[in-house]
């Protein structure tokens, strides 16, 4: 016989009151993510270089930087002379994207489901008489607008605007992915290798077909991978093959059109005055450069994981990540030891270092991009101490329409 169920009043008082806290804070709502509102601010703690801020300001840009296993996305600008860091907590981002067109930034964050979540400067806020303003139009904050799920097998890591719509890396499916509203998606590109008797295998990950180098359409894309055949062993088998099978595609022939790569990532087109540079992360040996004849040219080896990748004007700004021990395989090229965690800007041109930021407590960086500072200057959290107060009321009145 069961014992009926008892409780007294003060137990229902006490569930009450922690219920009633729950869910409060702005961060921890904003990213859905109960965990946000505890951010060991050790994470954001900086070692910084001479000429990192000013190579920001010379450019006039935000710089954005995914931190995967911190579940972080920061935020670099100056502003009036000043060294602004902002960031948003998200579970496990990875790959980030800006459409500088409609101003609209996208990250994905790779959990089962996958998130993508779209941001847009803050452009107005409500008529209040309940509160005062605390925006300043001159410095609009980036605050988040939606957030579309995905099924967890597409495995999301990059994200690029081909033309003007959404793409990603399915690395789960060993195909390019165009998302859609909602959580609607359509394979639209895979290279020949995955194809059996003429039928593509999308039924789980063979070649870690991770990053897109956007051109204006698919077939003036560039893909990274690898390796470029199927195998017995599958990518996160630690004694997958790794060394020099890393490769990149043709988004017209979907073929390899450099080899000899290990675990390449971020790969992106620089222009030129001919034809775009294919650049790539070199991740395995921590080396950065640009294709020319089939195989790699390097730039400069630097001290980490090589991945997150963007350039503008001779500027590239490249991450470097620890390495995670149970993959140190993976990095033949690399001393674990020695390995940071930061974002390093360096010359297309000559090599020459320009500028870093370091993060003593940092693990593992995904991914980088850029969007000019007259549109946005960062995130609404600040570095080092948030403003709780000022975060409550652009919350409660905000638009980016």
């Not at 089962?112 to 139009?137: C, G, H, I, M, W």
């Amino acid at each position: 016989m069961k014992r009926p169920l008892t409780r007294t009043d003060g137990q229902l008082a006490d569930m009450w009151v922690r219920h009633t806290a729950d869910w409060r804070d702005t961060a921890q709502v904003s990213s859905q993510w109960r965990e946000a509102a505890n951010l060991d601010t050790r994470l954001l703690q900086t070692r910084v270089t001479k000429g990192w801020w000013s190579t920001l300001e010379q450019l006039g840009i935000t710089l954005f930087v995914t931190r995967e296993y911190e579940h972080l996305v920061l935020a670099f600008s100056v502003v009036n002379g000043r060294p602004k860091t902002t960031f948003f907590p998200m579970p496990h981002p990875s790959g980030l994207t800006v459409d500088r067109h409609t101003r609209k930034v996208y990250v994905a964050s790779t959990r089962n489901p996958n998130q993508v979540y779209t941001f847009r400067p803050l452009s107005s806020l409500l008529e209040r008489s309940d509160v005062k303003p605390a925006a300043d139009p001159s410095s609009p904050a980036l605050m988040p607008a939606t957030s579309a799920y995905y099924p967890g097998s597409l495995y999301i890591h990059d994200l690029a605007m081909i033309g003007i719509q959404l793409h990603a890396n399915a690395v789960g499916h060993n195909a390019v992915v165009r998302l859609q509203d909602g959580n609607c998606f359509e394979r639209v590109w895979w290279p020949k290798c995955i194809e059996v008797d003429g039928t593509p295998v999308f039924g789980r990950n063979h070649i870690q077909l991770n990053s897109i180098a956007a051109g204006p359409t698919l077939a003036a894309s560039f893909f990274s991978a690898s390796s470029d055949r199927i195998g017995r062993l599958r990518p996160g088998h630690l004694n997958y093959p790794v060394d020099r099978q890393g490769v990149i595609f043709s988004g017209t022939t979907r073929e390899p059109v450099c080899t000899g790569l290990t675990r390449p990532h971020s790969a992106r087109l620089r222009p030129t005055d001919a034809n775009p540079e294919i650049w790539v992360d070199n991740s395995g040996y921590g080396e950065i450069g640009f294709v020319q004849d089939g195989r790699l040219e390097v730039v400069r080896k630097l001290p980490g994981w090589t991945r997150g990748l963007c350039m503008l004007e001779d500027v590239a700004f490249v991450g470097t990540s620890r390495i995670i021990p149970k993959f140190s395989r993976y990095a033949p090229g690399l001393d674990a030891s020695t390995s940071v965690c930061g974002v390093h800007a360096i010359s297309c041109k000559t090599g020459g270092l320009l500028g870093s930021v370091e993060w003593p407590y940092g693990n593992q960086i995904f991914s980088i991009d850029w969007i000019t500072s007259s549109f946005s200057t960062g995130f609404l959290f600040q570095v080092p101490y948030r403003k709780h107060k000022r975060e409550t009321v652009l919350f409660y009145s905000y638009l980016n329409q």
